[in-house]
């Protein structure tokens, strides 16, 4: 079956410009993650969705990162007013929910370049 | 709190030697270890992971790793490294149910011919 998918697979945008980045999670898989992965920074998790509770949003970098999902399965990740810290690849995964130990499967991620 | 740390930020071997790559763990409580690796331009990819079964974990690709709890270590193995092995590997720590990653800073391995 088809994993994640990620929209678009690479960004350019100016500085102070708004942004969204899409998720497409694998059919079925209630939890839904984004990270970001930047030079320097490795890898850090932003957000944190678990079927229809509130979100752990204790990743985000500052308020003008948000995500949303609708409907429990396509998840939307907003950056307004853009800087250029906020280039990085930004990447999506989601999981199973069940008591054991989930595999959290990634998607292959959208490389966001702020000018 | 959790974290990760990988000992090694580039590890450099020659094609058909064996790989090490060293990862130690800080949790509160039993963890799940995880290995993930990133060929370049590709997205993350389980190799394998530890969720309190066997302490020797077998992989993809002739991977595995060995949980050792008293010295809070997870490393990486392979008997013979191949040049399709060249990637970053990223030790990765969770606690239980569906709770987010923690990342290493990642280990980029190169595999000379």
């Known amino acids: 079956g088809a994993g994640v998918s990620q929209s678009p697979s690479n960004k350019v945008t100016e500085k102070g410009k708004d942004v969204e980045l899409r998720c497409d999670p694998i059919?079925?898989?209630?939890?839904l993650y984004w990270y970001r992965q930047s030079l320097g920074q490795g890898l850090e998790f932003l957000i944190y969705f678990q079927g229809n509770s509130a979100p752990d949003k204790s990743g985000l970098p500052s308020d003008r990162f948000s995500a949303e999902r609708t409907g429990g399965s396509v998840s939307t990740l907003t950056i307004q007013r853009t800087q250029q810290e906020d280039s990085a690849v930004y990447l999506c995964?989601?999981?199973?929910?069940?008591?054991?130990?989930?595999?959290?499967?990634f998607g292959p991620g959208t490389r966001l370049t702020v000018l | 709190a959790q974290s990760v740390t990988q000992l090694d930020s580039h590890v450099s071997v020659s094609e058909g030697t064996p790989v090490l790559l060293r990862c130690n763990y800080s949790s509160s409580y039993s963890p799940s270890l995880f290995w993930y690796v990133q060929h370049p331009n590709k997205g993350l990819q389980l190799l394998l992971k530890y969720t309190s079964a066997a302490t020797l974990v077998k992989g993809i690709n002739g991977f595995e790793a060995e949980f050792k709890k008293s010295e809070t270590s997870f490393h990486l193995t392979k008997p013979s490294a191949h040049m399709s092995d060249a990637a970053e590997y990223f030790c990765v720590v969770s606690g239980s149910g569906n709770t987010p990653l923690v990342f290493g800073k990642g280990t980029r391995l190169s595999v000379i011919a």
């Open positions: 059919s079925g898989h209630t939890a």
């Open positions: 995964a989601s999981s199973l929910s069940k008591r054991e130990m989930n595999e959290q499967f």
